[in-house]
């Protein structure tokens, strides 16, 4: 549980605050010196609806029990906020981060994610531009079906509907697939995606709808016609634009060095990269550390605790751990009158790709515009078989720094320090909004993950829940997918993917 005080303000660097209580559990009464009215919130359990009319008549025979005399009656979270304001000012003040240690759920549908992303830029634009505004008819009901897809439940839950501990092999779960519990568990992802075709059917027949469908058929996954490029096996390749010397080895490293002709500082050597794709496989013994690190001693000794946060049996299947780099196969090149393209074909090891989950195929594109200080990556993957056991690939961003260089990462509309994190809270992986900003005194390098939100500060990092500080020296990691998490989250991934960066360097 985040280390903040059961209520207090949350406060940005311009004094804006929010009253928030925090609640531990799933609801209980909460009572503050100086106000005669106490909150009582009365949660139902996970995914089991409203409570009964029953159930409302013994929450209010509890509350009678646990405050005799009172009068207990029903109420809003904004009337409890009025009784509040009284005492606001002497509550205690909280301006760090919180962040999610939740968040890592969402790695497991990128399609679902990129595509929301993609709305959400999408329905912004049109607000900016006037083509709707916020009370249309068409347009709300787009948003109000666009609202569900962030929702915490992702799918039907793993240890009701799947409750399996054996076949995590790949051949053991290729065989399974075709079991109905198997079947029926992965037909509740294909359902909680449509909700962003549903947001779509919501604008009917308006030239808004066609929009979104072309947009969101312009994001698929495409291979490339390497007819229309040149293939290279130069040792090194040189390129010179309005903004950036760089190189590139066409055979073992890709791009090896990029400078600013500004300010001359190099941001890419041999010990620093930007855009370094790998793939990660876990061990049982991972989910084990985790499992004593992030569940609380009173929950320990349940069973879905374990259902829910690990996968029972794994340790049969012995995965191992280990991080996994391609290599690359080919590299091609072209020019246009507008930019200069590299594309690196690459593949990985056999190993990562037959026996868990690894793509068989991955295109990873630079674009580098002749005029301006921005450049574009595009990393596609191909063939990817499903993996149950624990995987997850990461797109890494190690520059080298400037001196007096700080991270930091939009959420919200507002830039936070990963260095600024309550204790307990999620120091080491973060949602980012629209960018990732690294500020120097030169100026600005802004890494803008169009469809990838998951960033790791410091080093890739899953199933280790700690408090100790990222080491932001070693870059940001975008998390492109995960399985990790049971509960009510997809479980394995199969699908062709588009990931899009762009990399802007300002004064």
């Keep these: 549980v985040p280390n903040v005080p059961p209520l207090f303000r949350w406060q940005d660097e311009s004094g804006v605050e929010v009253m928030v209580m925090y609640e531990s559990g799933y609801g209980s ?19 089991l609806g409203p409570q009964s009319p ?41 301006t760090d ?31 900016r531009t006037k083509k709707v505004t916020s009370t249309d008819r068409l347009f709300c009901n787009f948003n109000r079906r666009l609202l569900l897809v962030p929702e915490h439940t ?46 779509v059917n919501a604008l009917e027949d308006s030239p808004l709808a066609e929009e979104a469908r072309q947009r969101l058929e312009a994001i698929r996954p495409i291979k490339p016609d390497l007819l229309q490029w040149q293939k290279t096996t ?75 946060f690990t996968k029972p049996g794994l340790e049969l299947a012995k995965p191992v751990s280990a991080i996994w780099k391609p290599y690359i196969h080919d590299c091609y090149y072209r020019q246009t009158p507008a930019q200069s393209e590299f594309l690196f074909h690459m593949t990985f090891e056999q190993e990562c790709v037959v026996n868990y989950g690894a793509p068989k195929e991955v295109f990873l594109t630079y674009q580098f515009p002749h005029e301006g200080g ?19 690939l990461w797109f890494g961003f190690k520059p080298r720094l400037l001196e007096g260089a700080k991270w930091q990462i939009e959420k919200l509309g507002k830039m936070i320090s990963p260095l600024s994190v309550v204790e307990n809270g999620n120091r080491h992986l973060h949602a980012a909004g629209s960018r990732v900003e690294l500020s120097h005194f030169k100026g600005k390098l802004v890494i803008m993950p169009l469809d990838s939100p998951l960033v790791a500060p410091g080093v890739p990092s899953l199933l280790d829940f700690n408090n100790k500080q990222p080491d932001v020296k070693q870059g940001m990691h975008f998390c492109l997918v995960n399985n990790l998490w049971g509960t009510n989250f997809p479980m394995w991934f199969e699908e062709d993917c588009l990931f899009r960066f762009i990399v802007n360097l300002t004064d």
């Design 154 to 199: 992702w799918g039907m839950d793993e240890k009701t509907f799947l409750g399996d501990h054996e076949n995590y092999t790949a051949e053991k779960f290729k065989f399974a697939r075709s079991f109905p519990n198997f079947k029926k568990f992965e037909s509740s992802w294909v359902e909680k995606r449509s909700y962003l075709q549903k947001a």
């Design 97 to 127: 981060e919180i962040g999610d240690t939740w968040i890592h759920g969402i790695g497991s549908d990128p399609i679902k994610i990129s595509r929301y992303r993609e709305l959400l830029r999408l329905r912004c634009e049109w607000l």
């Design 234 to 308: 130069s040792e090194k390749i040189e390129l010179h634009t309005s903004h950036f010397d760089l190189q590139i080895n066409p055979l073992r490293d890709g791009l090896v060095s990029l400078v600013d002709r500004k300010t001359q500082h190099q941001w890419v050597d041999d010990d620093h990269h930007l855009g370094a794709l790998t793939y990660q496989t876990f061990s049982a013994e991972e989910y084990d550390r985790f499992f004593s690190q992030y569940i609380i001693n009173a929950a320990q000794n349940g069973d879905w605790p374990k259902e829910d």
């Design 374 to 392: 921005s450049f574009s990556m595009e990393l596609q993957w191909f063939n990817k078989q499903a993996c149950r056991m624990p995987e997850a």
């Design 29 to 47: 009464a909460f009572e503050i010196d100086g106000v005669e009215d106490s909150l009582a919130f009365a949660h139902t359990g996970d995914n």
């Design 54 to 94: 029953d159930h409302v008549l013994d929450v209010y025979r509890e509350m009678h029990a646990w405050f005799p005399g009172a009068n207990v009656f029903a109420s809003t979270l904004d009337q409890f906020a009025e009784k509040l304001e009284p005492v606001r000012s002497r509550l205690p003040v909280v």
